[in-house]
């Protein structure tokens, strides 16, 4: 093949796949401007969390020798980093962004839809992956685990769902939403299996790293470093506590207004609609589940913050593109608020007291929290029977 044919067959790449190209680019980007500047300190906590899990060091400590922040990661994330914290910084960092990429990119390509549908997915996520890889998160991969824990529930592959269920719980909580997937499953037996047998290796497999001793207070320091900082993420002036509870503190300017009523809302409208199960048999409810589950993840997290939005607008972004007429006038304008305010609105985008009266009254949620409302009332109300989508549900699976 001479050069002529491969430049011709470069730049005759479809429209998903340059878009797929994007995701790489941004994040290449986002590691060189870290890297060189010298700017990395959530990828070094990462990084040196395994070095401490190693030499038997609290994990859960300050440690402003090394960063700043804290790790608060399970136990397990030290065996998911620790062949990138063996490379060289610079090279560790770099697959870091680009895993995260990746996996993102592997779980939109799974989702039944067209490949043109998928382009757009991921253009209007483009923004919030941005803001997550320039803060060198973790979001996108959890994103994609809960995807793919669907996405292979409808491939009958109990064993690898529930592999990234519990993975991604005992490494960031988030996932265990990837649960409520399994009354979607055609072998249950085989699941509740395949999840006591994940469950049983992966609550172990830290020790390998540490030894059981060290492995069993690890888990007890996790435990009340989360109750720890759920308790300081309620603040009416942080950078957290963008979630739904956090909106209705801040708009009310009271911190003391307790999560349990939201949490009980949240819950019950999943109860409610796992509840229907002669609506089980349609596509576009388990999706429009899947949606839910995402933003929730976000939306009724004290933990939720600038980065993590990623989660979320994926959520939303999907479910407004399964419909079958996604550009109407509302989705329209929530798309446009996805965009500009949730995207866009703790950015320098904007003007610094912009910013800072956003960041006052937790503006990032807002847009999500309207669409996830509307979806929520549908999971509980419509009847998805008649949709287009559903009605291929016996007839098309989910895209190998």
């Known amino acids: 093949m001479d050069a002529r044919t491969s430049a011709k067959k470069f730049w005759g790449l479809t429209g998903y796949q340059w878009t797929c190209i994007l995701y790489i680019a941004v994040a290449i980007f986002c590691w060189q401007l870290k890297y060189f500047r010298h700017i990395d300190n959530n990828y070094i906590i990462f990084r040196t969390s395994f070095y401490h899990f190693r030499d038997h060091l609290n994990l859960y400590l300050l440690y402003p020798a090394e960063y700043y ?3 608060i990661y399970g136990p397990l994330f030290t065996v998911f980093i620790a062949p990138l914290s063996l490379m060289p910084e610079w090279l560790g960092f770099l697959l870091w962004e680009v895993g995260n990429a990746a996996a993102f990119l592997w779980a939109i390509h799974l989702l039944p839809f067209s490949n043109k549908t998928k382009t757009i997915i991921l253009l209007l996520c483009a923004i919030e992956f941005a803001n997550s890889s320039h803060y060198m998160q973790f979001n996108p991969i959890i994103a994609a685990i809960v995807i793919l824990s669907f996405v292979m529930v409808k491939r009958h592959k109990e064993q690898y769902a529930t592999l990234f269920t519990v993975a991604g719980t005992l490494m960031k909580i988030y996932p265990v939403v990837g649960l409520a997937f399994f009354f979607f499953s055609k072998n249950k037996a085989k699941y509740i299996l395949w999840s006591v047998i994940c469950l049983a290796v992966l609550l172990c497999l830290p020790a390998i790293i540490s030894g059981p001793g060290f492995l069993i207070q690890t888990y007890k320091d996790w435990f009340a470093a989360l109750t720890s900082k759920n308790i300081t993420n309620q603040s009416l002036t942080t950078g957290f506590d963008w979630c739904i509870m956090g909106m209705i503190r801040r708009f009310l300017q009271d911190s003391t207004i307790p999560n349990w009523p939201f949490l ?14 002669k609506q089980y048999p349609y596509l576009k409810f388990q999706l429009q589940l899947m949606c839910s589950l995402l933003m929730m993840i976000v939306l009724f997290s004290t933990a939720s913050e600038h980065p993590t939005f990623i989660i979320a607008t994926a959520g939303a972004v999907i479910y407004i593109m399964m419909q079958p007429k996604p550009f109407t006038p509302f989705n329209i304008v929530m798309l446009v608020l996805l965009l500009v305010v949730t995207g866009l609105g703790p950015s320098d985008a904007f003007p610094k007291p912009a910013r800072i009266w956003m960041q006052h ?24 029977s008649k949709d287009q989508l559903s009605n291929k549900a016996n007839s098309q699976e989910i895209q190998r």
Do not use: H, N, Q, T
């Open 69 to 71: 922040d804290v790790y």
């Open 264 to 277: 009980l809302m949240g819950a019950l409208s999943v109860a409610g609609a796992l509840l229907r199960v």
């Open 361 to 384: 009254y937790a503006i990032k949620a807002y847009a999500p929290a309207i669409i996830w409302f509307k979806l929520a009332w549908e999971l509980l109300f419509a009847d998805f």
